[in-house]
């Protein structure tokens, strides 16, 4: 059995030039209604639909981002580094970082050891980048 996930997005080809800036892999060739990429070590693949696409499989509503999240996936790294780059193509790219480990401050985080960034896409789905500094 396999896991992928299903996004909604407002442009498809916006959403591709954004995670194409980031570095990460297409999987597939791209269309007007669904783009799909490849992220991780273990390629999870998740595809982003055209909202109106995506609609037609869903047996209810697509959600509102603005309203909330009920999920944020998470990009493991493997330096404080990575995550500075990182932030600083998403913010090239667009995208909203949240949470900003260079300046904004968590306990949990700072108790833990984490280096962490939540970072919103061009549509709202949130992203967490996270490396164990007791790790390296």
């Known amino acids: 059995m396999n896991i992928w996930a299903n996004l909604g997005v407002e442009d498809v ?9 980031l570095g990460f892999k297409l999987n597939g060739t791209p269309t007007n209604e669904i783009v799909s990429f490849l992220f991780g070590d273990d390629e999870f693949v998740i595809h982003f639909f055209k909202k109106e696409k995506l609609k037609e499989s869903f047996e209810g ?4 981002l603005n309203n909330g999240n009920e999920i944020m996936f998470t990009l493991s790294v493997n330096s404080e580094e990575e995550v500075s780059i990182l932030i600083d193509k998403i913010i090239k790219v667009g995208g909203n970082i949240r949470f ?3 300046k904004d401050k968590k306990k949990f985080y700072d108790d833990n050891g ?15 980048l996270f490396c164990n500094l007791n790790k390296r």
């Not at 509503?61 to 509102?64: D, F, L, P, S």
């Not at 984490?114 to 967490?128: K, T």
């Open 114 to 128: 984490y280096c962490v960034c939540v970072f919103e896409d061009l549509d709202g789905h949130l992203f967490n």
């Open 100 to 102: 900003d480990p260079r």
């Open 61 to 64: 509503e697509i959600a509102n």
């Open 13 to 21: 080809e916006r959403t591709q030039n954004f995670y194409q800036a």
